[in-house]
Each structure stands twice: as structure tokens, then as C-alpha cells.
């Protein structure tokens, strides 16, 4: 089966700077990406993702990039803000509404 | 958009008793949805998918007899946590899609997970 290995798994940066999460996968047949933003005591909230025929995309200041040959894909966060600290989860599927595979995630703390 | 809610948010049930977790599809019909544990500060693992009329797909090492599921409408899945332990305690998670949009468009939505605390 999937396996989806994420670093690191905590992240520290200040106000403003960029914030950088790398995923890994396993299988080759998984066509859908998408990252969760976690808040302590909520279920995980969707809030970019990428499927297979694309390498880059951005959606103001997040941007995710997949290289599907080396079976990676990263998070960029640009002017991080404090209410970006979160857990942030990645993961992988065969499509979008299939069961998705997670990483480990990621706690990221924005410091003002 | 399609929402996804959970109930109870949290429940605290003594040893050996059974608790029922509702998760529910508000806008949309889901003919499939799944369930997911949460340990503390840990990922999240696959429990089970939950199939409208018919029976639950149960990954390995997930006791079918003690996790119980039901999803016996299109908008409404259960799952019954049976004689429930303290290693139970966990945080659990439902998610479903909108079938009425193609899988390559339309992703997982979450519940808000319930924070099962077992004494």
C-alpha cells in the first residue's frame, strides 16, 4: 500500500518568513495531493491540492509543488502569518474522493 | 460548500461501556464515507470505509466486532465504539465527498472529530 513519509515534523519560523513541509510517496499510481491545515481539537480543513498532470500550484501565499518521476511533493507557505500555526498533513490518493494515505505531519509554530 | 458534522465533539464513558459517534453529510449525499483515528500529536490512520447498504471495509488490525458501523442512509454513518478501554481514548474522525461531483474534483471533506475519553 501508500506510504507517505513527511519533514520535518516540527517547524519554527518568524513572523513573515517562509515555511517549507516536503512529502514523500511510494506508489507510483497516486494521482491526487492534497494538504490539511489542522487546529488543535478540529478535524483537518483542505486547503490546497494537486493532481498528477501538474507540477506547481498557488493559491496566494500557498503553493504546492509535485515531482511525480521522484515521487515528491512540498508545502510553501510565504509571509507566514501567527494564525498559520498549525499541524499541516499531507497526503495521497488515487483521486480526489478516494481514501487518502497521510504523512506524519508537520506542527508549525509562527512566531510574531 | 459541503459540510461534514460530527456528533458528539466529545464524550467521556467509563470502561466497558459503548459509545455511538454520528457523522453526517449536511448538503450533499454520501455514499461513502470514512472513519479515522487520531492519537495524540500523531497522523491520522485509516479505521475503516464506511459503504451506504452495505457492509464496512475494515483495515488490517481494526477489530470489526468491537468498532461497529453503520451507514444505513445516504447521509448518516455510525460508528459504535463496543466495551470501550482506556487505550480506546482517541480522537476520531469521519470524512466523506459529494458523489454528485466527479472524484477528480471533489476532495475529502472532515467532520470536526469527537475526543473519546474512556475512564
Known amino acids: 500500500g501508500e506510504n507517505v513519509e513527511q519533514h520535518p515534523s516540527t517547524l519554527s519560523v518568524q513572523e513573515g518568513d517562509s515555511a517549507v513541509i516536503k512529502c514523500t510517496y511510494s506508489d507510483s499510481a497516486s494521482n491526487y495531493f492534497p494538504w490539511y491545515k489542522q487546529e488543535l481539537g478540529k478535524g483537518p480543513q483542505l486547503i490546497i491540492d494537486?493532481?498528477?498532470?501538474?507540477g506547481e500550484k498557488k493559491d496566494q501565499r500557498i503553493a504546492v509543488t509535485l515531482n511525480k518521476t521522484a515521487k515528491h511533493f512540498s508545502l510553501h507557505i510565504t509571509e507566514t502569518q501567527p494564525e498559520d500555526s498549525a499541524v499541516y498533513f499531507c497526503a495521497a490518493s488515487l483521486s480526489a474522493g478516494n481514501m487518502l494515505t497521510f504523512g506524519g505531519g508537520t506542527r508549525l509554530m509562527v512566531k510574531p | 460548500g459541503a459540510v461534514v458534522s460530527q456528533h458528539p465533539s466529545r464524550v467521556i464513558c467509563k470502561s466497558g461501556t459503548s459509545v455511538k459517534i454520528e457523522c453526517r453529510s449536511l448538503?450533499?449525499?454520501?455514499?461513502?464515507m470514512f472513519w479515522y483515528r487520531q492519537f495524540p500529536k500523531q497522523s491520522l490512520m485509516l479505521m475503516a470505509t464506511?459503504?451506504?447498504?452495505?457492509?464496512?471495509?475494515?483495515e488490517q488490525g481494526v477489530e470489526k466486532d468491537k468498532f461497529l458501523i453503520n451507514h444505513a442512509s445516504l447521509t448518516l454513518s455510525t460508528l459504535t465504539v463496543t466495551s470501550a478501554h482506556p487505550e480506546d481514548s482517541s480522537f476520531y474522525i469521519c470524512?466523506?465527498?459529494?458523489?454528485?461531483?466527479?472524484?477528480?474534483?471533489?476532495?475529502?471533506?472532515f467532520g470536526n472529530g469527537t475526543r473519546l475519553t474512556v475512564t
Open positions: 494537486i493532481r498528477s498532470n501538474v
Open positions: 448538503d450533499f449525499q454520501a455514499t461513502t
Open positions: 464506511s459503504n451506504e447498504g452495505s457492509k464496512a471495509t475494515y
Open positions: 470524512s466523506a465527498r459529494d458523489p454528485g461531483r466527479s472524484s477528480y474534483n471533489s476532495p475529502l471533506h
